[in-house]
């Protein structure tokens, strides 16, 4: 996300706003796409109690972290492809 | 007709070349007809016993087959017996502001061989019941010798910071401190019973005796390389009152004062041999100073510093102030590592026999799950004497279990029986003869010292300071438990709580 | 976010078209539901916050 600011020289305030804008909408967005998919993965859905038990605490837990770490990787993944793309078209050209 | 021939076809061979192979010809023909024990019987008499080689290679592989089978058959019955017994505590309901009990796990590469080993011998006889009773863990990992030794002090160096002593470099916040922090701000409480360490193998055990040491009676500073300055103006850490002893321990360089320091601090009584091992270290110590001083400069601390304080020292250090009146209760867990061709039979032998094992760690990891732990024993077989340590008491999570006093093995002594062993009889602590038996099999490239080294815990005898000691706690499953599992086991019961299924 | 958990409640919990309205064990396990899912959405709220801010923190400095 941050990586929006690597390039340009002086954002102004407007591109600043909506840039902030979009980082607000993506991280909401993030989180409601974890919410539905550690609830699908951990959460059984006989619901025999109101309460979470100590097993689904530590699904929930851990599906977080696990989360984020794909989410690293796989922008990292992309950072890379992206960059590698843009060096051979450089180097095509 | 068929009958009569048998009895004919040994007298022919002796005959002659034509008449051996008349013999010949009049054996073969009876043979092809079948067993005659079927014929008498009048069963279909079709099928041949394979031959004698394939009978003897049938017989070696099934029955090696079978031994497999039914070993990883009683295995998996034994795992599931432990995984029942503990797995209502996953049923049990955690407030959501609050973090589910987190264990420490340690791991470290057995002589000789990888880390792998032990990740996998974790994952096979651990991991399982802590995914039943759904614990949350962290793992310490070294792959050489010293490094779980470094991280456990460090860590116990960066927690007696938070705590409010004050060190010249403190240590840099990371994200873990991060997390922490949002927490505390948030207001999420962390899990505030028992906590509890789980160190696989003896030579992890002897690091986390000598990191949990070095932790707790070391400075927070690392110690000066004595060539830069003097050795007694050495930074010592804000918190030690009036006593100079911090400086002889912050600088183990000072050989002469540590020397002085080890007559008068010989209380414990296997101290003996413990000094001599140290001080042959120190020197290459103050060689290594220089060297571990040049690699700091790099931005990735090495992963095995030198100790901040020596063995010898522990006596004369100060405790801390943020020193718990109870340290966590640890779990020592069998690991059997053993390597070498020659040391086939007893492999294969282990490798057919797992079921054992898994009940072993099986009983010991439902132990540090249930929490019952009790005080370590200062006797042990040396002395015959009942000098057995304090009230073994249990901080157990389930409340039922609370009023029962754990551990039949221990008897039930007056709180002062440890007050009254620290005299010279010839007693040890049991911490220094858990899973001593697992040194014999270690590969003989650990025992080789190389030169100019720095400390190795692992040849080195177990140095153990009573106030620590005194401290340290050890799981261990109560009776009322262990029956349970045997009942379990019968299939008389099950999940405890769980509703019967018609 | 409530239509979702409308949705998920309802497709977990109500099963049975025989009746025109609720039956108790489908109530009870409609109000165990709201329960769990808010509980579990708060859990998770709290670690992604955690989470997040460390990332942040990791990714700011520009390393």
């Known amino acids: 996300m941050s990586f929006l600011f690597g390039g340009r020289p002086q954002p102004s305030s407007a591109e600043k706003i909506a840039a902030a804008e979009t980082e607000v909408e993506m991280v909401s967005d993030m989180f409601n796409r974890l919410v539905q998919s550690c609830t699908k993965k951990c959460i059984p859905t006989d619901y025999r109690e109101g309460d979470l038990n100590k097993g689904e605490s530590v699904c929930l837990d851990r599906c977080v972290s696990k989360f984020f770490e794909v989410n690293v990787k796989v922008s990292e993944k992309m950072q890379g492809e992206a960059a590698g793309r843009a060096g051979g078209m450089g180097m095509g050209m | 007709m068929a009958e009569s021939q048998p009895p004919n076809a040994p007298a022919p061979p002796p005959a002659g070349d034509a008449g051996q192979a008349a013999g010949s010809a009049a054996k073969a023909a009876p043979k092809a007809e079948g067993n005659p024990a079927l014929r008498a019987m009048g069963l279909p008499s079709r099928f041949k016993l394979p031959s004698r080689n394939w009978m003897i290679f049938l017989t070696l592989s099934s029955t090696f087959a079978g031994f497999l089978i039914y070993d990883r058959y009683e295995k998996k019955k034994i795992q599931k017996k432990w995984c029942t017994l503990v797995s209502h505590i996953a049923d049990e309901s955690l407030p959501t502001s609050t973090m589910p009990r987190k264990l420490t796990v340690f791991l470290s590469a057995p002589p000789g061989d990888g880390l792998r080993p032990a990740r996998d011998h974790f994952n096979e006889y651990v991991k399982p019941i802590l995914v039943a009773a759904a614990m949350d863990w962290d793992v310490i990992e070294g792959r050489r010798e010293g490094e779980v030794r470094t991280k456990l002090a460090e860590k116990v160096r960066r927690l007696r910071q938070i705590r409010g002593e004050v060190a010249e470099n403190p240590t840099e916040p990371d994200s873990e401190l991060l997390v922490q922090a949002t927490r505390q701000t948030t207001g999420i409480q962390e899990w505030d019973g028992v906590k509890g360490d789980l160190v696989l193998g003896r030579h992890t055990w002897k690091e986390y005796l000598r990191g949990l040491q070095e932790g707790w009676l070391g400075p927070l500073d690392a110690p000066v390389v004595p060539t830069a300055e003097t050795a007694s103006s050495s930074p010592t850490p804000a918190d030690s009152p009036a006593t100079d002893d911090a400086s002889p321990t912050a600088a183990p360089t000072s050989t002469s004062e540590s020397e002085s320091t080890t007559p008068t601090a010989n209380d414990d009584a296997n101290k003996s041999e413990a000094p001599l091992e140290p001080q042959q270290e120190q020197p290459q110590q103050q060689d290594q100073q220089p060297e571990d001083a040049a690699s700091k400069s790099k931005t990735k601390p090495p992963a095995v510093l030198t100790p901040y304080i020596s063995p010898s020292s522990y006596a004369s250090a100060p405790l801390p102030p943020s020193f718990p009146a109870e340290l966590d209760p640890s779990g020592p867990i069998p690991f059997p590592h053993i390597l070498g061709i020659l040391n086939t039979p007893t492999r294969v032998y282990r490798f057919l026999t797992r079921r054992h094992l898994a009940d072993q760690i099986g009983r010991e990891t439902a132990a540090v799950v249930f929490a019952a732990s009790r005080a370590y024993k200062e006797d042990v077989p040396t002395s015959p004497s009942s000098e057995s340590s304090g009230p073994s008491s249990s901080s157990s999570e389930t409340s039922a279990s609370s009023d029962n006093s754990p551990s039949a093995s221990s008897p039930a002594t007056s709180t002062d029986a440890y007050a009254t062993a620290t005299t010279s009889s010839p007693y040890t602590w049991e911490q220094k003869s858990l899973l001593a038996h697992e040194e014999k099999e270690w590969h003989k490239s650990a025992h080789k010292r190389a030169e100019n080294e720095g400390e190795r815990p692992w040849l080195e005898s177990i140095v153990l300071d009573d106030r620590i000691a005194t401290r340290m706690r050890r799981f261990e499953l109560e009776q009322d438990q262990e029956q349970r599992a045997n009942r379990i086991a019968e299939g008389k019961e099950g999940v405890l709580g769980a509703e019967v299924s018609d | ?63």
């Open chain 3, 1 to 63: 976010m409530y239509s979702k958990l409308v949705q998920r409640c309802f497709d977990d919990c109500v099963n049975d078209f025989t009746t025109k309205s609720l039956h108790s064990k489908e109530e009870g396990c409609v109000m165990r539901c709201v329960d769990k899912y808010l509980k579990g959405s708060e859990r998770l709220g709290q670690r992604f916050q955690e989470q997040n801010a460390a990332m942040m923190q990791g990714q700011m400095p520009g390393r």
